[in-house]
């Protein structure tokens, strides 16, 4: 018995046009997001007043803190560069059906690989940065790639694994600030070496474009930039980024074109890890420049909601990281107001909430409003055939 022929991949329309909405559905998830935002900004309000807060002055502090001068911006752009190479990541993976929630410890494992070739490897400063930021991308990649295997082995869940994988990247950073013989910090004199790695020299440090006060651009937010125009090209008009929507869309259908989910499904869940340890490498040689256990800050986690928000769109995912950028950036500013600085978590969290729950909210608002047309009106049931009268003879 011979084995049914592949079908070439133009012949499924899985593609934009295969994917596109009514307009009746666009603008109903466009009206439910709206209503969602203002909800989340009622109920950000209503917990600032709780606190003792103003919600004036706290939107004040957050404004000044980000975007109202040259030196807020640089900080939000500075922020915004490491959310938005995680949420990267996150996108292509998503698209494929695998799901990885380990960025933290992606991130915390390509720092420390970064770090120790930036400590430990000798040459010009360009092409030591440059084998530190590949080491640190090959760092998170292989870590992520850890579940890729299992999965595609064992057919262990990714969520789970990528997970519990970012508990076991912490105690290996820890471990290794806390080693003489890895990165612990050379002491100096008869003091205790503290947990973390040595600076980084200055000449291996990221460089930026302006000076304080003014607006500088660091080479992290321009790598973040180009890295985004790039993707959003090749998922929309290469072939890799057509299979790897039809992966993630129907695995069924992918499988019958010829397409191995575990060779292009791994590949994704690789490069999502892959993008969240060259976030910690820009991390380290741009802004921290030493390896510490809590470098990672919780930029993996917020990339992922970055994601989240930008639905898994790469265009999306830059505006979006500007945001929680800024977000962070005047989160310093709120201890003047008397909030205490978490507050910008809550919001954060009020605000993926409500970019995510609109397209929940609206099809099934459609489905029901389908559902409804689709049931014809129920025909009155005729009435029983008089009876023939019999003629008497």
């Known amino acids: 018995m011979t084995a049914p022929a592949r079908r070439p991949l133009a012949s499924y329309v899985v593609g934009n046009a295969g994917l596109r909405r009514p307009s009746a559905d666009a603008w109903r998830t466009a009206g439910i997001t709206v209503v969602c935002v203002l909800v989340a900004c009622a109920l950000a309000a209503l917990l600032v007043a709780i606190s003792g807060g103003s919600p004036t002055e706290v939107v004040d502090a957050l404004v000044t803190g980000s975007v109202a001068d040259s030196a807020g911006w640089s900080q939000t752009l500075v922020n915004a560069a490491p959310l938005l190479l995680v949420a990267l990541g996150a996108c292509i993976a998503n698209r494929a059906g695998v799901f990885n929630i380990g960025q933290e410890g992606q991130l915390l494992i390509g720092a420390m690989l970064g770090c120790f070739v930036a400590l430990r490897l000798q040459g010009p400063g360009w092409m030591v940065i440059t084998v530190a930021l590949v080491a640190a991308a090959a760092g998170g990649g292989a870590w992520s790639g850890i579940s890729a295997a299992m999965y595609y082995t064992r057919g262990t869940?990714?969520?789970?694994?990528?997970?519990?994988?970012?508990?076991?990247?912490?105690?290996?950073?820890?471990?290794?600030?806390?080693?003489?013989?890895?990165?612990?910090?050379?002491?100096?004199?008869?003091?205790?070496?503290?947990?973390?790695?040595?600076?980084?020299?200055?000449?291996?440090?990221?460089?930026?474009?302006?000076?304080?006060?003014?607006?500088?651009?660091?080479?992290?937010?321009?790598?973040?930039?180009?890295?985004?125009?790039?993707?959003?090209?090749?998922?929309?008009?290469?072939?890799?980024?057509?299979?790897?929507?039809?992966?993630?869309?129907?695995?069924?259908?992918?499988?019958?074109?010829?397409?191995?989910?575990?060779?292009?499904?791994?590949?994704?869940?690789?490069?999502?890890?892959?993008?969240?340890?060259?976030?910690?490498?820009?991390?380290?040689?741009?802004?921290?420049?030493?390896?510490?256990?809590?470098?990672?800050?919780?930029?993996?986690?917020?990339?992922?909601?970055?994601?989240?928000?930008?639905?898994?769109?790469?265009?999306?995912?830059?505006?979006?990281?500007?945001?929680?950028?800024?977000?962070?950036?005047?989160?310093?500013?709120?201890?003047?107001?008397?909030?205490?600085?978490?507050?910008v978590d809550v919001v954060q969290a009020l605000l993926v909430l409500a970019f995510v729950v609109p397209p929940v909210l609206s099809a099934l608002w459609g489905r029901r409003i389908r559902n409804r047309s689709a049931v014809p009106d129920t025909p009155a049931r005729p009435s029983a055939a008089p009876a023939k009268e019999e003629v008497p003879v």
Not at 169 to 188: D, K, R, W, Y
Not at 212 to 240: E, F, H, M, N, Q
Request: glycine share 12%; aromatic share 8%; hydrophobic share 50%.
């Open 157 to 343: 869940n990714v969520v789970v694994t990528t997970l519990l994988l970012t508990f076991i990247a912490a105690q290996v950073v820890q471990f290794a600030v806390n080693s003489p013989s890895l990165l612990q910090e050379t002491g100096i004199g008869n003091g205790p070496a503290r947990p973390q790695s040595d600076a980084v020299p200055e000449y291996l440090r990221l460089a930026s474009f302006g000076q304080y006060p003014d607006l500088t651009i660091g080479v992290g937010v321009i790598l973040a930039v180009v890295a985004t125009v790039v993707l959003a090209v090749l998922i929309a008009r290469s072939r890799w980024g057509f299979r790897l929507n039809m992966l993630g869309l129907n695995p069924m259908a992918a499988r019958h074109a010829g397409i191995r989910a575990s060779r292009l499904g791994g590949s994704a869940l690789v490069l999502s890890g892959a993008f969240a340890g060259l976030a910690g490498g820009v991390i380290l040689l741009g802004t921290v420049f030493r390896l510490q256990p809590a470098i990672s800050n919780n930029f993996g986690w917020d990339g992922l909601l970055v994601a989240l928000v930008a639905r898994s769109r790469p265009g999306l995912a830059l505006p979006v990281a500007v945001l929680f950028g800024g977000l962070r950036a005047g989160s310093s500013y709120l201890a003047a107001t008397g909030v205490p600085d978490y507050l």
